[in-house]
């Protein structure tokens, strides 16, 4: 699929990995709907892209509400004429041990709120916004393309039962729906990233970013821009569909 002129719907655009892509996106020609809680960082990712010569408009969206994204989605379609890619970037984390033990004696666990809030975004939000794309796709009857942002912690991650589970999810779930809707012309395909340069990480010290990369082969975190560059692959190649792509400098968790 060609990028210019296409409409390009991105969840959790409003920093980080969705900020990334919407721009990257937007230098290739591409329109933007861009979908986030966050009003203010919503904004600055859609004037970044106007910068960038294309139409770009906002969407205040809680992706865990079946209601506020149909809404959303018919609205994406009203405004702009129609969802030709969705990245299904929105997600959260709230880590905590399955089972906590401190001198023998259990101390602490994973909460069911912990566990929720996470498949809530994650899982559900995910779902939700694959789903009424794929449907507007359908009708629109020209195709598209589905990606779903998982991470190599799907793979497992101590701390990380409530996302592993998600990322796992919805990799699985770019599998099923890219077997499920190949005879509309619409693939779908998976990113799972490594350890990224994005907002969570720059809080961290520099003895802990030397712990967190140090057992990454190409030893350093990955670019956002490097993220959007493979997201710009799975939209371009049209042979490609049914996959997760790892992008991880040679991590394996």
């Known amino acids: 699929m060609e990028i210019k002129g296409r409409r390009i719907a991105v969840t959790g655009a409003g920093r980080g990995l969705g900020r990334a892509m919407a721009l990257a996106f937007a230098a290739r020609g591409g329109n933007l709907a861009l979908i986030d809680l966050n009003t203010a960082d919503l904004e600055e990712t859609r004037r970044l892209c106007l910068e960038r010569g294309v139409d770009a408009r906002s969407y205040v969206c809680n992706v865990t509400s079946e209601e506020a994204v149909i809404a959303t989605m018919d609205a994406i379609v009203r405004d702009g004429g129609g969802i030709d890619v969705l990245i299904n970037n929105a997600g959260t984390v709230k880590d905590a041990l399955l089972v906590k033990v401190r001198d023998g004696a259990v101390v602490g666990k994973m909460s069911l709120d912990q566990w929720n809030a996470v498949i809530a975004v994650n899982l559900t939000g995910t779902f939700l916004c694959g789903r009424e794309a794929a449907e507007r796709m359908i009708r629109a009857g020209r195709g598209g393309v589905i990606i779903n942002i998982s991470s190599i912690s799907k793979d497992g991650n101590a701390g990380q039962t409530n996302y592993t589970a998600s990322k796992a999810g919805v990799a699985a779930m770019a599998t099923t729906w890219a ?75």
């Open 179 to 253: 077997k499920e809707l190949a005879r509309y012309g619409i693939r779908v395909a998976a990113i799972a990233p490594g350890f990224c340069a994005t907002d969570i990480l720059s809080t961290m010290t520099p003895e802990t970013l030397a712990k967190v990369t140090a057992p990454v082969p190409l030893k350093r975190l990955g670019q956002p821009a490097e993220i959007a560059q493979t997201a710009m692959f799975i939209v371009e190649n049209d042979f490609l569909t049914g996959r997760t792509i790892a992008v991880d400098g040679g991590l394996r968790i």
